[in-house]
């Protein structure tokens, strides 16, 4: 038998509309492979006049979300509105009228995540989320379900499509930083405003998602380093090829030794050799290392209308399927089996510093002098010819230190008459 599921859908763009779409061009597969349909009987929009490239009956639209909890036929809510605010209310609403919730909300996840499991688990109604990391790769469900056995050493992720394009448009073309973005924006990659996708704000949103669910508590977001690509130049991206390495926007997320957590989104310098290396354009790409699979990779359109709609249409199902079993989760547990998360000045990596400086006798013994007395060991450095006779990059490659002895080293380099410019300081991962 075929079992017909109401469902409640709030926002219909990009990713809203997809689902709604596929639902209907899907319709019979769905219904061969999981015995269910399932009927949109009310879809929540902020603007009842917009123009929309895929079309729903008008009936079926409000701009009210408390609409959807008015219907007691509808079982399952898919959040996909965006934003913290009417997000928060309607997924708390729905988990209190005993509904079920799909999202693919990543910032109030990251945000409001421990209040709203915390609801949840109150109410024994499990959430799905898959949709909220790296768009149609299946990240969630796999650190939930299949490594359930595993403890996660580590992750490592390229997050965010726009940041991606640009870095490989840098890499690849020899583009500068504005033309790259230029580009990404004319293609449609980027948005009108691409501030969250530059500054590292989207990929530390979804960073955190992965480090509570590999690590049992939600880190919080004031708490974690986080660094854009704004500051990345083409020539920084030479000095990285030439020295065997690619610059990627890397997610890092780890256990240290003494089980506290650690979670960085920077810019960092990557071996040509290792797989997220090759990872360009839009695309997402995730390494997780546990101690009992060892070393797992992830790879897909991490956004987009099909990708995105794909991985909420696969929690809808799993949704529908529990509503009828005896089954319950909150899509996430909590425990106490790792520390907190450890401060971002206390996180300790290899660098590249890269300083414009006096093209003058005695300035790499002067830095070098404030690194050592920083306890920053060097591993190489590099100063080519000026061909002005003026100015010159000089790069330092250091071994491990911590970012807040990095940053104390940085204040008084920055004190030296020869340096000219802010100095450039992206983290150095072997992944």
């Known amino acids: 038998m075929i079992k017909s599921i109401g469902i409640g859908l709030a926002g219909f763009g990009t990713v809203g509309a997809g689902v709604f779409g596929c639902l209907q061009h899907q319709s019979d597969l769905l219904a061969q492979r999981s015995g269910f349909r399932f009927d949109v009987r009310s879809i929540v929009v902020r603007d009842l006049k917009k123009n929309r490239d895929v079309a729903a009956p008008s009936s079926l639209f409000t701009t009210s979300w408390s609409d959807l909890l008015k219907d007691p036929e509808i079982k399952i809510v898919v959040e996909l509105l965006g934003g913290t605010t009417d997000a928060l209310d309607l997924i708390k609403a729905a988990i209190e009228s005993g509904r079920m919730v799909v999202t693919g909300n990543k910032a109030l996840l990251a945000e409001h995540g421990q209040e709203i499991f915390a609801l949840a688990k109150k109410h024994d109604i499990p959430i799905f989320y898959e949709a909220a990391v790296a768009g149609g790769i299946p990240i969630i469900q796999s650190l939930r379900d299949a490594f359930v056995g595993n403890r996660i050493e580590s992750i490592h992720g390229i997050l965010n499509g726009t940041s991606n394009y640009i870095l490989s448009r840098m890499q ?13 924006t004319e293609l449609g990659y980027a948005e009108a405003d ?5 500054n590292g704000g989207d990929a530390a949103h979804k960073a955190i998602i992965l480090a509570a669910l590999a690590y049992g508590f939600w880190v919080k977001p004031e708490a974690i380093r986080v660094d854009g690509i704004e500051e990345v130049t083409a020539t920084d991206i030479a000095f990285a090829r030439n020295l065997g390495y690619h610059i990627k926007l890397l997610a890092t997320i780890r256990s240290a030794p003494d ?6 989104v920077a810019p960092t310098l990557i071996s040509k050799n290792s797989v997220l290396a090759s990872v360009n354009g839009v695309f997402n790409a995730i390494a997780v290392k546990g101690d009992l699979v060892g070393d797992a990779v992830f790879y897909g359109r991490g956004a987009g209308r099909k990708p995105t709609a794909s991985s909420v249409i696969g929690d809808l199902v799993e949704a529908a399927f529990m509503l009828d079993s005896s089954r319950r989760h909150v899509g996430f547990s909590s ?16 660098y590249y510093l890269r300083l414009t400086v006096e093209d003058q006798p005695g300035v ?5 002098m404030l690194l050592g007395a920083a306890e920053i060991g060097i591993a190489s450095a590099i100063q080519p010819e000026s061909l002005e006779g003026s100015e010159t990059s000089l790069v330092f490659m250091t071994h491990q230190a911590s970012y807040g002895m990095m940053r104390s080293a940085l204040k008084e380099i920055e004190k030296l008459a020869c340096v000219k410019a802010k100095p450039l300081v992206f983290n150095v991962e072997a992944v």
Do not use: N
Not at 259 to 264: A, G, K, Q, Y
Not at 335 to 350: E, K, V
């Open 194 to 198: 691409p501030t969250l996708d530059i």
């Open 259 to 264: 089980d506290s957590i650690e979670v960085t």
């Open 364 to 368: 790499l013994g002067k830095i070098a």
């Open 335 to 350: 425990h106490t089996l790792y520390g907190a998360s450890r401060a971002a000045t206390d996180i300790c990596s290899c």
């Open 172 to 184: 690849e073309a020899g583009l500068d930083y504005k033309a790259a973005l230029a580009e990404a």
